[in-house]
């Protein structure tokens, strides 16, 4: 291999392209699609393509393609889990969702109408089997991206075909679960198929998909002991029951596990039309329709039987000699019926000239979604239902790229991202299958971000590169508005706000093995429309809110060296962040909590990532990651017990590994081990016991996999995640010991 190559090789590779050196010593790089990462900034950037998924991954959801990706974790409960699927990075926890975007071919998925656990990216938009790369980008490194960069930015670029393609998959997926006294079987199933081709300047493709999956219980009815009372002579003591499980709860407090609740069937359809036409060799119009609908069932079962044996789930029982009172939401089950709707189109050049433009925009419509919860004990009859329709987002930009020579690469534009929350809950007769009813609140509120933005990245030496860069946002926060049951909309008051982002990075070549990168940028996070219209109504005034809550603004910079050869890379950086402002949930009273501003937050780590092909022997490729972060609150008024503390969700340690061999040209297998530190949920940490239910638990666990290639049009595959069957938890447990198996083929 030409040494101009050599440093470039593996990472190209990981992309999936393949690099050459002329006599002239221009390198050409060709391949499948690039990324759109702004890769000529000098700053991390990690990848793993569709094929190496495929090959080494147990992937039934796309966020399954992150799992072995340096300091990342999604906090994915169950196959199919579509809402509460949160993306960590370095710095950012599995309560902060804002804190970092998702794309797919351009078109964001992440779920900024709020910040945590329910708004989460819509990985449902996105099947593995479509995917043809996916890229990390580590920080707000980049001028392109908001301030809701500051973890991560996830790029997915999913397949358009060059010629006429097919594919089908079946996978098959189960787990035996045990928890307190639940002892279950669940099972998944899931059907996708593909058809693409090209002729001429047309290019297209269709994607459908089926997922029906048995999740285990998520959730768990419980009582704190010290709740129970003890009755008086001559009062009602209650239903005598047997079958409560004693343990404590993540502050150490004795309680009874009652039951489990929250086991989801979810069946989610899934359907993907992309169309491009070239206009010329250097003007491409691109479409992409995305639907996405989901059908849930959540039910729960009580642990507490009577003296005749019968299941208990309502009124006054008594556990030990006390008498508990059991509320209807302790064993509520719940429905939801959602469609979700995604439009992306773009104009773009992709020419060799010295300039190119591109403009795009997008839609993510929550065509419907209705959540069905019960307001009574019984199976059938009142309830209320919590309609989002309406609620979305849109976005759209102009981007300019000038070429300067060889040494100046000019990134431009503008854009425009509204999000637009719509929430109507109203009470009707059947929780079920119920519609209108009588309105019980509503709340509704927008936003929205406009920037402005360039930077220069001058290779102002051969060995020298660096980029500057600056970024302009004018955020607004309008419409918002609330009411309780007696229907009287009260207004928010509107906000609006600037700031300046600016970001640097630079490297040095030291050899063709060693480079040297520094990177430094500040984000913005503006608060969202949950967080920001929030409160209730009293006396026909909004109370419990912060009508001046502040955006986060993070200072983030790394230092890192890279040395790399022909077959693999190794890679140090020193990463720290400094957040002021930082946006959390916390008590305003004894009985409320609200979104209130943490003062600062600081993390100081270091990230090892090592990649390696054909490692001690022929056909072995290694990749492993290694993170440590110090994450501590320094500053916080409305908490002062949270300072010195741990940030929420950020463990101190967490690694990856994962091992793939190839034996001849039909058999490959994968070992990976993933681990977690110790963590908190809470601002304070007064929660150390995180193996029990609502807490969050350090584990380590294993996954295997065994791919079978038949011939070039079938392959089959069978894997383990979790093969070592730990139990471990974030709020709700993770999956144990998961079986899948899949068939493959390929026109």
């Known amino acids: 291999m030409n040494m101009q190559c ?136 980049s001028a392109a991206y908001a301030g809701n960069s500051v973890g991560a930015v996830v790029d997915f670029q999913t397949r358009m075909p060059s010629r006429l393609e097919a594919h089908a998959k079946l996978s098959w997926e189960g787990q035996d679960f045990q928890q307190y006294s639940t002892d279950s079987r669940h099972t998944g199933r899931q059907a996708s198929a593909s058809l693409g081709d090209r002729t001429g300047a047309l290019s297209w493709w269709v994607n459908l998909s089926r997922l029906d999956s048995d999740g285990q219980p998520i959730g768990f009815a419980n009582k704190l002991l010290s709740a129970g009372v003890a009755p008086k002579p001559g009062e009602a003591g209650g239903v005598p029951v047997a079958g409560a499980v004693s343990d404590r709860n993540p502050a150490g407090k004795e309680w009874y596990i009652l039951g489990s609740t929250g086991q989801v069937n979810t069946v989610q359809d899934h359907a993907k039309v992309k169309l491009a036409y070239d206009f010329s060799p250097a003007l491409r119009a691109s479409y992409t329709l995305g639907w996405w609908q989901n059908d849930v069932v959540r039910s729960v079962e009580s642990y507490l039987r009577d003296a005749a044996g019968a299941p208990v789930t309502s009124g006054a029982v008594n556990i030990g000699g006390k008498r508990f009172t059991l509320s209807p939401s302790d064993f509520a089950g719940a429905r939801a019926d959602l469609e979700h709707l995604m439009h992306g189109l773009s104009l773009k050049t992709h020419g060799r000239g010295s300039f190119n433009w591109e403009i795009a925009a997008s839609a993510y419509d929550y065509a419907r979604d209705l959540a069905r919860v019960p307001t009574t004990a019984q199976s059938a009859g009142p309830g209320n239902v919590t309609n989002m329709g309406g609620s979305g987002w ?126 430094a940028g500040r984000a913005v996070r503006n608060p969202t429309a949950a967080e920001l219209f929030q409160g209730s109504i009293v006396d026909d005034k909004i109370v419990n809110t912060d009508p001046n809550l502040r955006a986060e603004k993070s200072w983030t910079s790394e230092l890192s060296a890279e040395r790399t050869t ?65 994450s501590e609150i320094l500053a916080n008024a409305a908490m002062p017990a949270s300072i010195g503390k741990q940030q929420p969700r950020v463990p101190k340690w967490r690694a990856n590994a994962l091992a793939s061999y190839h034996v001849g040209e039909h058999w490959t297998g994968t070992l ?30 294993a996954d295997v996999r065994v791919r079978y290639r038949f011939n070039r049009q079938w392959t089959a595959s069978v894997g383990i995640d979790n093969l070592n069957g730990e139990k471990y938890w974030a709020f709700h447990p993770y999956a144990q010991r998961t079986v899948s198996a899949d068939l493959k083929f390929d026109l």
Not at 414 to 439: F, I
Not at 596 to 616: C, P, Y
Not at 675 to 685: P, V
Request: a neutral charge.
């Open 394 to 519: 849109n976005t759209l930009s102009l981007r300019g790229n000038w070429r300067a020579g060889s040494a100046h690469q000019v990134d431009f534009g503008a854009q425009r991202d509204n999000a637009k929350l719509r929430t109507h809950v109203t009470s009707v007769a059947d929780w079920m299958a119920g519609e209108g009813g009588k309105h019980v609140s509503t709340f509704n509120g927008n936003t929205r971000l406009e920037s402005l933005y360039a930077q220069d990245t001058w290779r102002f030496a051969p060995e020298w590169k660096a980029t500057l860069g600056m970024r302009h946002e004018t955020w607004q926060a309008y419409g918002g508005e609330i009411s309780g049951s007696a229907g009287k909309l009260l207004p928010f008051v509107e906000r609006r706000e600037r700031a300046w982002s600016p970001k640097a990075a630079l490297a040095w070549r030291v050899d063709d093995l060693w480079t040297l990168k520094a990177s």
């Open 672 to 701: 990976g081990v993933r681990y977690s530190g110790k963590q908190f949920g809470t601002l304070d940490n007064s929660d150390p016991n995180g193996a029990t239910y609502m807490g969050v638990s350090d584990y380590l666990v």
């Open 6 to 141: 050599k440093p470039l090789a593996v990472a190209l590779a990981a992309m999936g392209f393949a690099c050459t050196a002329q006599a002239d010593h221009t390198v050409t790089i060709n391949g499948g699609r690039p990324t759109s990462l702004p890769t000529q900034i000098p700053t991390t950037i990690e990848g793993i393509t569709g094929a190496q998924i495929e090959d080494r991954i147990n992937a039934f959801d796309s966020e399954d393609a992150l799992k072995y990706l340096p300091s990342l974790n999604v906090r994915k409960r169950f196959i199919g889990d579509y809402d509460h699927a949160v993306l960590a990075s370095r710095a950012s926890g599995t309560g902060n969702s804002a804190r970092s975007m998702v794309f797919a071919d351009g078109i964001q998925l992440s779920n900024l109408l709020g910040n945590g656990a329910t708004y989460t990216p819509r990985w449902g938009l996105v099947t593995p089997e479509e995917i043809e790369r996916v890229d990390v980008l580590y920080g707000p490194f």
């Open 566 to 630: 022909s077959q693999g890379s190794l890679r140090a950086t020193l990463f720290g962040e400094m957040t002021r402002d930082a946006l959390y949930s916390q008590p305003l009273t004894a009985t409320v909590n609200t979104v209130q501003n943490v003062g600062k937050i600081r993390t100081r780590g270091l990230e090892l990532s090592h990649q390696q092909d054909d490692a001690f022997l022929r056909g072995l490729t290694l990749q492993s990651s290694l993170t440590y972060a110090d």
